[in-house]
């Protein structure tokens, strides 16, 4: 059997190809060496399929082996990764193992993000699989990163044929397992509820999850885990699965009948129907996969260092991010150009680095029944132009950004009466309307162009150094109004290319611009996105302990400088609920730090109190961009507190937040055990003054102090002595 083994500096991925060119999946784990081909347990089974070349002998059947990228029609009756048809309408296919090869060097795939990396800092193994029949090239794609034990896997398909052949399923990533003892973690939701963590045993049978609504969206994010049932914060081997990818998506994850475990991941199949020409090429979006066998807290400081080094570009890659106010929750769409320099004053004064002009700038846009499309500066609302607004909130000291949602349009808008046939409507079938908005169809050019250049004239005629990009609605009614075309199933993925394109012409004309992210808050939020913008606004649910959920799910995959998280006013506009100044700023400093709400009514003391919140920001944001991140108690399940620690990488310094969830007479203590501190350290607590060990912290922990109230929060800094 031919061996392809990869590593890592802790891991060891090897692959094995058997003499009918069937490539198999032998092992992924802590960093071994030699062959791992006596983990195949080949023998015959019943009702297994036996390739047509083994003549008599009936051991070898692709059902029950592990195989490295399944596809449908050669006996492997299991969830395929790969399924095509052909001119027919024929499905199956049979790849088999053609070719290797190993390149220095991390690749790259055209129109869509990737991870990166110096060409001294990882390398790139290919192996070419082919279908003889139908002329198809299957080409596998291995990004190593030996430091930062990631492994990236994309496909290529050619076809080699005289005939357009059909893709309906191309996932980027398979790993079979030969067990199947494990446990799935996953990342559920819904608007202002984003990533809600779920663990759950992986019982027999199929369970897919992924988005049809055209983002990657609030309900499911593209972040699995995979773990072993024992598998805690600090001990147990799990892996990670993260599409860097931003539409519809899939992942399955199948235990079948002799208890062997399939995961894997890529575009959704549901409407995919992708037709591929002759000499034409197609690349599926990148899968990234990592393996730790010291727990969740390790997992997440994989995947936390891959995106802050290796998926974020630009100038605020590794750069303190400007603490802002944002007016949406202090205005919504009614101000005038007075009242917002009003708000950009006070936030001035109060220490705040830059204002946000949010919805409601633009076009015919007293409401948000009308104006989207239409990329104007109202300058009767504004009582003059954008730039007069820019030069003010600059004269102020602090720098000016703009809200936009390029990618929908309302009926009542000049750009959707000229062009009609630019919005996602069926024929003769009324749309299906979100928050009375219809999405324009950035699966053409000239779409796309037409939006770029009517935002970019906006850009240019003001100082604008930050733009937050919206999106609020899922996406039906697909339907591409050209001339000649016939084919819908590939529509929706040429629809997240244009906005993939779009976002790479704005990091192209203006490379130091700060774009965030957004989508109904959450509803985009994954790491094909955080390639374009360093931050995503990471939920449009403000309420500070809703928010503590929403960003510990967030914490398992993505790292917490790519979270922007603000302070918002009380009574919560989402629940109602009132939460003290002090505790709100405690938990939007675990983000992307801001401020949302009406600066004037707040009082003297609580002013003093924002002016000292930013000073604290600003003091510890190093540890927040650079650090460790670690989940101390899990609101929900340790429903006494919520408390989580930014720990910089020599261990020498910390931050820990603790957040009071409940208050009850008598209470008994709660100990906050504190992670990734060093167990022959002695810490000083700045608070306190007192100095501690950082044995006990970790092992027993400090006493959480017990004050009379709901959700009360503390913050506690501690240095090596």
Known sequence: ???????????????????????????????????????????????????????????????????????????????????????????????????????????????????????????????????????????????????????????????????????????SACLDFPGGRYDLLHFYGRHMMERMLERGPLNHGKQQFGSRRGTSSHQHNPFFILADEETTEDYGACYGMAFLYSGNFSFEAEKDQHDQTRIQMGLADEMFDYPLAPGEEFYSPETALAYTSDGFAALSHIYHDLVREHICRGKYKNAARPVLINNWEATYLDFTGDKIIGIARQAAELGLDMFVLDDGWFGKRDTDNSGLGDWTVNEKKLGGSLKRISDAVNGLGMKFGLWIEPEMVNEDSELYREHPDWAFVIPGKRPVRCRNQLVLDFSRKEVVDHIFSSISEVIDSANVEYIKMDMNRSICDVFTAVEGYQNYGKTMHEYVLGVYDFLERLHGRYPDLLIEGCSGGGGRFDMGMLYYTPQIWCSDGTDAIDRIRVQHGTSFAYPPCTVGAHVSAVPNHQTGRSVDLKTRGVVAMAGSFGYELDLSLLSDEEKEEVREQVRTYKKYEHLLINGDYYRLHTPGKDTEAAAWAFVSKDKTEALVSIVSLDSHGNEPTTYIRIRGLRGDGMYRCDETGETYSGAVLMHSGYPMPVVPGEYKAWQMHFTIS
Request: contains cysteine; negative net charge; charged residues 25%.
């Open 1 to 171: 059997m031919e061996l392809i083994t990869l590593q890592t500096k802790n891991t060891t991925y090897q692959m094995g190809v058997n003499e009918m060119g069937f490539l198999m999946h032998l092992y992924y784990g802590p960093r071994a060496e030699g062959d791992m081909s006596f983990l195949l347990d080949v023998r015959d089974r019943g009702f297994a399929g036996n390739p047509y070349d083994a003549g008599l002998d009936r051991a070898f059947s692709p059902d029950v082996v592990p195989l490295e990228y399944p596809c449908y029609g050669n006996g492997d009756f299991r969830s395929p990764a790969f399924n095509i048809r052909d001119s027919r309408g024929v499905f199956g296919t049979d790849l088999r193992f053609k070719s290797f090869d190993m390149k220095e060097g991390k690749y790259s795939i055209p129109g869509l993000p990737a991870v990166y990396a110096d060409r001294k800092e990882a390398y790139t193994a290919e192996i070419l699989l082919e279908d003889e029949r139908l002329c198809v090239e299957v080409l596998l794609r291995y990004g190593v990163l030996p430091a930062e034990d990631v492994i990236t896997r994309s496909v290529a398909v050619r076809n080699k044929g005289r005939e357009t052949v059909y893709l309906n399923k191309v996932f």
